[in-house]
């Protein structure tokens, strides 16, 4: 069982920056692939990107590629989502995920999910 709880959500201007972490519980976080969704008024919830437990390979979304970036502290138990260069269309609830598997890019292959922190980005 992994418990995970999100922080570092809040209401940023249009181009500035802001750091996710994600806390998680349990001795085993260093065999968890660990990703980031989110989730827009109205919209369905979407992949953000992942950072995978075997290499530390990250993916991400067309959307935000070259603007966020993903890491993990293993000794913390704690994944981060740098985002940088914020814009309006990224407003939404950021969750972040666990999965067994090596490389995890659907939201079906996601065992463990938090609560979400909300991201606002004004114009």
């Known amino acids: 069982q992994v418990q995970l709880v999100e922080s570092g959500g809040g209401l940023v201007q249009a181009g500035d920056s802001l750091r996710l972490s994600c806390a998680a519980s349990?001795?085993?976080?260093?065999?968890?692939?660990m990703g980031w969704f989110r989730q827009a008024p109205g919209k369905e919830r979407e992949f953000v990107g992942t950072?995978?437990?075997?290499?530390?390979?990250?993916y991400y979304a067309d959307s935000v590629k070259g603007r966020f970036t993903i890491s993990r502290d293993n000794a913390k138990n704690t994944v981060y989502l740098q985002m940088n260069s914020l814009k309006p269309e990224d407003t939404a609830v950021y969750y972040c995920?666990?999965?067994?598997?090596?490389?995890?890019?659907?939201?079906?292959?996601?065992?463990?999910w938090g609560q979400g922190t909300q991201v606002t980005v004004s114009s």
């Open positions: 995920a666990a999965a067994g598997q090596a490389r995890p890019l659907l939201e079906y292959d996601y065992d463990y």
């Open positions: 950072i995978t437990w075997i290499t530390g390979s990250t």
């Open positions: 349990g001795r085993t976080f260093s065999r968890y692939s």
